[in-house]
């Protein structure tokens, strides 16, 4: 599928940092979305992590473009401030992705009220700062990051491909490029730290991106994971020690929000985009991810044991 050469360990490293002090201001006017891309009437768009950050922003312009968007979220306060402000054809669904059980009840509120899903985006994430475990017994950078988003994903997937075309777009990271799948240490209950941790969840969801468009070839519904770059937000405000310094570094080099909910809006409604399945998209452009992601018999792996975690097997 990818013919591009592989890039080496160190070239993906050097593509972060220099994609890192790239800053741009505004989003690119070269990739504008087309008026005829514009129009969302009568389109759905589940979207979770959209109470804040560039999350928040991208469904201001999805709302803007006539979409009806369900925000699935944690903070029922923020979700009903973002109505408040926005007016009709928002609603909050509660989704706290720490939690399977709530991504399955949110799932199920969904399909009972949504007969149509066009857009899926997986763009709720964090980095904690330290190691948390969840009441199921989940590192919790695994389960919001990525074991959340693989769940909520293929419960939605039916409806999705029901409402074809249809598109899914799982916001990853540049990070991904440092990321390491440790089969025999998944929960990092050894040698933790949250760069370790949100780096092999973001490994993670673009395995699950590629496997995924593999699944749905032909069926009119396609996926592609996003580094959206390096953006302005909430993001690091929890890290502790000498993390702190990618907080400051964001105060610095980041670009504001608008140009992250670009790409993310751009990934999920653009006709240039049409078709395109899988890819990892840096930014603006797509880019082959961390070689491990290209490597089938980690992925295949990683998919059952990510089967089998989300209990989704049988
Ligand atoms: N900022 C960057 O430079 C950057 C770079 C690469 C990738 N990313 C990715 O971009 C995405 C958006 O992040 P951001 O930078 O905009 O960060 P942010 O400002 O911290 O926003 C994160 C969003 O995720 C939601 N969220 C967090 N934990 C959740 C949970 N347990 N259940 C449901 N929703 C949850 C938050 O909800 P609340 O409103 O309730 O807090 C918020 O809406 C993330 O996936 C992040 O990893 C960001």
Redesign the pocket.
Known sequence: MNSRPKMSRFDQMRAMASSMFKQRRKPNPALAISPADSDLNGKTVAF?????????VAVELLHKMGATVIL????EA?GQALIDELGSNVRFVH????SLESVRSAASKVLADYPEIHVLVN?????LGDRQETPEGFEAHWV??YL?SYLLTNLLLDRLQASAPARIVN?????EALGHINFDNLQLERNFSTGKA?SQA?LALNMFTIHLSRQLEGSGVTVNAL???????????DLKGKERVGSIL?LLF?SP?LV?ADRIVRLAVSSAYEGVSGQFVFEDAARLPNPEALDDTIVERLMEVSRAQAGLEG
Do not use: E, Q
């Open positions: 979770t992590g959209g109470t804040d950050g560039m999350g928040r699935l979220g944690r903070n923020k989704c706290d992705l720490v763009n709720a994430g964090v980095n919001i990051n959340g916001v990853s990271s540049a990070t949100y973001k580094n959206p770059g390096f953006i302005k937000s909430n993001l690091l405000r964001m980041a929000a992250g």
